[in-house]
């Protein structure tokens, strides 16, 4: 019987991770009791240090990749948003109000104050934020200068000042994001979501009550109408993403151009830091991006924030968070990592295959000083244990590089699958899903029509996601291989009760067996792409979204063809039109290849391609 999947919770939080996690059979970390590598996830909601990167285990994820405060901090988000306004133009990076960071930006902002100044006719509000609070603290709306007033780093920022509203009550949406890998760039965006609400009407002649102008929930939760009925709104501040869908079918608009630009927005602006960030495959990050909807159905970018709270404050959080949490570990995918753990504790000598062979030696006596009763041991020996790893002239700085190097490639095979049950190519149900390396496509396709549509609308059951990355190095290969990876998961336990797969299909196909090993090969494989999963049960994979854009992110990003292919995208969105009949090469290369995406944002999202086909034959049934 294999050993439990371990978390660790730093500083006991959050609750609602770890009533997941202990929900899927999970252990939580104990000092106490387990060696000091024996997790598998450890969850932060500060940032890491560099340290903890270095020292990562295979089996070990953490929940924050390294430097992503470009982005999450309110002052480095414009700084980056500005420069790739200025490299690539303002035509996609439209979405984000004028901003200037005091005092740097002082002279700038008066200048632009000033140039407004004539046709202010109270059109023209300021918000003034600290740039590293959050949760609405510190911030204030002016439209005079003599009442901005600061004593720390602030932005001072365009207000957007016709907010679409509800009866009459501000909102803003917050969208979470995963992204899942930033080398190469992968990104999923979950379904559901939290619209949250002011509690007093919007009024812009009342510039200082926050209650009308923000809609932070930590704010409106003690303002004197939360408990009210707010006419469309109801009561309390928040609504689920669902059935924001609703209002919006209400409306005459293009929806799907809305969700693609919201799309675009998050894409757009993990852009400006992704090839800065270091690669770190066992990482993975739960964003939350704040946006603003204006009365012309436009979304603007408000901030991205680092750990977005999983406080449960009313049930409408409890169905959004418990979900995304949920299928945030399904993301992850523990499979292959936890047969990793429990393999590298049951001997020593399993470690060695991650590690060059020459470099095993010095390993293993850094992992035995790491032991926790290996250290109660007295000072001399621990000393001699140091001085034969000084010998072998190799720090456990060099070891973990040197592991690091064996991590699972970023670049690895890809392509579509052959097993026993066939060979998936284009057309195939199952790929949509899953992408086309799922490991556990045999027992997929056996599952039928229903079990399809079941995933189309819930996303593959847990134990159908792929290993981490999708990739392996020869050593995992190697370790793994005299391993039944079906007897290692303790973390079968998914949230969708009504939804059994029959028991023989609970083992995992052993993919990872040399004999028996499906092989991945196909088109493409000479390039090292692989495509990930489409969904996994709410996460709508938004980037890469087709072939080129898979191809521009592998390797060094090629900024400019995803902003093209981009601008294409949202083009034929935009409009509604696409005339298959003209597609491009690229095009029926991604068919060919069986690289298809689902358009984030609508209630039941469709594959792109299904999609342009249906809108051009309702456009046909139109015109005739
Ligand atoms: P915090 O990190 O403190 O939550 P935000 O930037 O998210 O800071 O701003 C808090 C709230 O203020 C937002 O949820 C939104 O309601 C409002 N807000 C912020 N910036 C703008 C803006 N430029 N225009 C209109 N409303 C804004």
Redesign the pocket.
Same mark, same amino acid.
């Given at each position: 019987m294999a050993a439990s999947l371990v978390f660790r919770l730093h500083d006991k939080g959050p609750q609602l991770v770890r009533e997941v996690l202990l929900e899927r059979g999970w252990k939580e970390y104990d000092e106490r009791k387990r060696k000091e590598e024996d997790w598998n996830l450890y969850w932060r909601g500060s940032p890491f240090h560099s340290s903890d990167y270095h020292r990562l285990l295979p089996w070990q994820h953490l929940n924050h990749h390294p430097k992503t405060a470009g982005i999450t901090r @309110?002052d480095s988000l414009v700084r980056n948003l500005r420069r790739m306004r200025a490299t690539f133009g303002s035509v996609l990076y439209d979405f984000s *109000?004028t901003t200037f960071i005091l005092p740097n930006d002082y002279t700038r902002f008066l200048a632009e104050y000033n140039k407004r100044l004539p046709n202010r006719e109270r059109s023209t509000c300021w +918000?003034c @934020?600290p740039v590293d %609070?959050? &949760?609405? &603290?510190g911030?204030f709306l002016f439209q005079d200068m003599k009442n901005l007033v600061y004593d720390c780093s602030v932005i001072v920022?365009?207000? +957007?000042?016709s *907010?679409l509203l509800m009866s009459g009550y501000?909102f803003?949406l917050r969208i979470y994001v995963c992204v899942k890998s930033f080398h190469p760039l992968t990104v999923y965006i979950h379904q559901e979501g939290l619209v949250?609400f002011?509690t007093e009407k919007y009024n812009l002649l009342s510039l200082s009550n926050v209650y009308a102008?923000?809609?932070?929930t930590s704010i409106n939760k003690c303002g004197p109408f939360y408990k009210t009925q707010k006419g469309q709104v109801g009561t309390g501040c928040k609504w689920t993403m669902s059935k924001f869908r609703h209002f919006l079918q209400g409306q005459d608009i293009n929806e799907l151009f809305l969700w693609q630009r919201i799309n675009n927005i998050v894409t757009l602006t993990l852009l400006t830091i992704a090839p800065s960030v270091p690669s770190c495959p066992n990482c993975v990050e739960l964003f939350g991006f704040?946006v603003?909807i204006d009365s012309r159905f436009k979304p603007?970018l %408000?901030?991205v924030?680092h750990s977005p709270s999983l406080s449960l404050d009313c049930q409408t959080d409890f169905s959004v968070k418990k979900g995304l949490i949920t299928d945030l570990v399904d993301l992850m995918n523990y499979t292959s990592a936890d047969s990793l753990r429990d393999r590298a504790f049951q001997t020593q000598r399993n470690i060695r295959p991650c590690f060059n062979a020459n470099l095993s030696k010095p390993i293993a006596l850094v992992s035995k000083l790491k032991d926790h009763n290996f250290k109660k041991k007295n000072k001399k020996s621990l000393q001699i244990q140091h001085e034969k790893i000084n010998q072998a002239k190799f720090s456990q700085h060099d070891s973990v590089a040197a592991y690091q190097r064996h991590l699972p490639p970023v670049v690895t095979r890809y392509s579509e699958v052959n097993t026993p049950a066939g060979k998936f190519c284009t057309g195939q149900t199952l790929n949509w899903i899953l992408g086309s390396y799922s490991k556990a496509n045999d027992s997929v396709v056996k599952t039928g029509p229903a079990l399809l549509s079941h995933q189309m609308k819930y996303g593959p059951w847990v134990t159908e996601v792929t290993n981490r990355e999708n990739t392996e190095t020869d050593a995992e290969t190697e370790l793994s291989a005299e391993n039944k990876v079906s007897s290692s998961v303790p973390d079968t336990q998914g949230r969708r009760s009504t939804f059994r797969l029959p028991t023989d299909s609970w083992r995992f196909p052993d993919i990872y067996r040399r004999s028996q090993r499906v092989h991945v090969q196909g088109p493409k494989a000479q390039t090292g792409q692989h495509i990930p999963p489409i969904r996994v049960g709410g996460f709508i994979r938004t980037f890469p979204f087709n072939l080129a854009t898979l191809k521009a992110s592998q390797e060094k990003l090629d900024v400019p063809v995803i902003l093209q292919e981009l601008q294409k995208l949202t083009g034929r969105v935009a409009s509604g039109q696409w005339d298959d009949s003209k597609r491009t090469k690229e095009e029926e290369t991604d068919v060919e290849v069986c690289f298809d995406s689902l358009l984030w944002g609508p209630e039941d999202p469709l594959l792109l391609s299904r999609w342009f086909e249906t809108t051009s034959d309702m456009q046909d049934r139109k015109k005739n």
């Open positions: @309110k *109000p +918000i @934020k %609070l959050s &949760r609405g &603290r911030i920022q365009r207000y +957007i000042s *907010p501000k803003d949250r002011a102008h923000l809609t932070n704040d603003l603007w %408000l901030e924030n």
